[in-house]
């Protein structure tokens, strides 16, 4: 978590609070918690544009866990209870922090949600939880809906001068029609994505707009390129498709 940030020469330098590695029994009556470590990261080199890291996004997510992901009024894992998403529910994660070795979530909507749990944390609780298992070891409730180059596949979509899907349209795109989506909300359910350009034909164009690209049981537009150009694996465009 990083909590401060200065610039040194050519790159920005981050102090970090680094949560504890969780072992087996860390979690039982009376042991003492183990504190969190500090220190110094580089963020970003401004002359090779290489970064150090990167934080976690804010925006829409999906819920993945099988079992649901569990809204709770408070941050700590052990606050009150207010609901659970179902899996394929959107939210929008505005603000996150690190709880025992879980990064957490504040949703839009009111109340912390658990996005995902780090590699290394294996306490009974957090065992307990569930969530969909990473290659790395860490565990997935949560999902951010990617940025990048987006191909709409149903005729007509309209593109919304506000956020709201009751602003005025400005523009309305054909199928096969590309938009490039710079940010993502959750507006009645529903992700909406923020418009940077539109490409259709072989003919691009700037604009600023929203767009909506899809809710639990229906789809408006999918992703085929990622933020920086990175393109998306034939297993990621079927999981788009689904």
């Given at each position: 978590e990083v909590v401060e940030t200065t610039v040194k020469g050519d790159r920005v330098r981050a102090r970090c609070l680094v949560p504890p590695s969780s072992q087996e029994g860390d979690d039982q009556p009376g042991k003492k918690?183990?504190?969190f470590q500090s220190g110094w990261i580089s963020l970003l080199n401004a002359l090779t544009g290489a970064s150090g890291a990167s934080p976690v996004p804010l925006g829409a997510y999906v819920a993945v866990a099988e079992g649901g992901c569990v809204i709770t009024e408070g941050g700590r894992l052990d606050s009150k209870e207010k609901g659970t998403l179902n899996p394929g529910s959107c939210i929008e994660v505005v603000a996150t922090r690190i709880e025992?070795?879980?990064?957490?979530?504040?949703?839009?909507?009111?109340?912390?949600?658990?996005?995902f749990i780090l590699n290394g944390a294996s306490t009974n609780r957090l065992a307990a939880m569930g969530g969909t298992k990473n290659p790395d070891g860490g565990r997935m409730f949560a999902m951010p809906v990617p940025l990048g180059t987006y191909q709409v596949v149903k005729n007509g979509l309209s593109v919304t001068t506000g956020l709201s899907m009751n602003s005025p349209v400005s523009m309305k795109l054909k199928v096969n029609a590309c938009a490039e989506i710079a940010e993502t909300r959750v507006e009645g359910?529903?992700?909406?994505?923020?418009?940077?350009?539109?490409?259709?034909?072989?003919?691009?164009?700037?604009?600023?707009?929203?767009?909506?690209?899809?809710?639990?049981?229906?789809?408006?537009?999918?992703i085929v390129c990622f933020k920086g150009g990175r393109p998306i694996s034939p297993h990621q465009q079927e999981q788009s498709q689904a």
């Open positions: 918690p183990a504190r025992e070795g879980t990064v957490r979530g504040l949703i839009a909507a009111g109340g912390h949600v658990t996005l359910g529903r992700v909406r994505g923020r418009l940077t350009a539109v490409g259709y034909g072989g003919v691009a164009k700037e604009v600023s707009g929203w767009m909506s690209l899809f809710e639990p049981t229906q789809r408006w537009a999918k």
